[in-house]
């Protein structure tokens, strides 16, 4: 049981270039979440998924896509990368009983553009 | 507008001493609250949580307090110890979480 792991760990890119940062889980959670953690600010959602197929923004979705084809994956896309995007990605998951909120993250992603 | 707030970014506590984190909310809607922790270069992983109709909860070493009246939530290290250095996070729910910016433990020993 590997929880949640994220691919790739590390990256470098070049204002305006694309990537696609992937997130898997494989302990048959309905909800999934991309968060960027910038010095100081804390957490911040990116954008979030209550089931396969279904998507929504957080708080800071600008820049940013997502896809959530398979239940046990999570894609985040960089259309046109730009240096403030330059964060540490963390994905999560949960169940979706009503009673439970932990989130499990993954150990993250640490994007630079440059 | 900050609905979660962790008012001080770092924290020092000498080994065996109790470690004070604190917690402030604005919105009352929120009825379940989490504490995470994080490492250097790991995920944040889940520490403790507390339901709104609680007002304590206890898990080893770690307690949190929740004043609702006051909208704060505290949690309480004891004894710390050198490994509990680390970036503690409060997050208060939803089908979302909303996280405080962190404080940063520092334990010495």
């Known amino acids: 049981n590997a929880g949640v792991t994220q691919t790739p760990k590390f990256r470098v890119l070049k204002t305006g270039q694309s990537m696609t940062l992937l997130c898997a889980q494989d302990?048959?959670?309905?909800?999934m979440y991309w968060y960027r953690q910038d010095p100081g600010m804390g957490l911040r959602l990116i954008h979030y998924?209550?089931?396969?197929?279904?998507?929504a923004k957080g708080e800071v979705p600008d820049g940013y896509n997502v896809s959530r084809l398979k239940k046990q994956n999570f894609l985040l896309g960089l259309e046109s990368a730009a240096p403030s995007q330059t964060s540490v990605y963390f994905c999560?998951?949960?169940?979706?009983?009503?009673?439970?909120?932990?989130?499990?993250f993954g150990p993250g992603t640490r994007l630079t553009v440059t | 507008d900050q609905q979660v707030k962790q008012n001080s970014p770092s924290l020092s506590v000498q080994e065996g001493r109790i470690s004070i984190l604190n917690c402030d909310y604005t919105?009352?809607?929120?009825?379940?609250f989490l504490w995470y922790k994080k490492y250097p270069a790991e995920g944040p992983t889940f520490l403790i949580s507390?339901?709104?109709?609680?007002d304590k909860n206890e898990d080893g070493r770690f307690t949190v307090f929740l004043n609702k009246s006051a909208k704060h939530l505290s949690l309480h290290i004891v004894p710390s110890q050198p490994g509990d250095s680390a970036v503690y996070f409060c997050?208060?729910?939803?089908?979302?979480?909303?996280f405080g910016k962190g404080t940063m433990l520092l334990v010495s020993p």
């Open positions: 999560a998951s949960r169940p979706s009983a009503a009673t439970v909120y932990e989130q499990y």
């Open positions: 302990m048959n959670h309905e909800y």
């Open positions: 998924s209550v089931g396969e197929g279904t998507t």
């Open positions: 919105n009352s809607m929120f009825d379940y």
């Open positions: 507390i339901s709104s109709i609680k």
């Open positions: 997050a208060a729910s939803g089908v979302t979480l909303t």
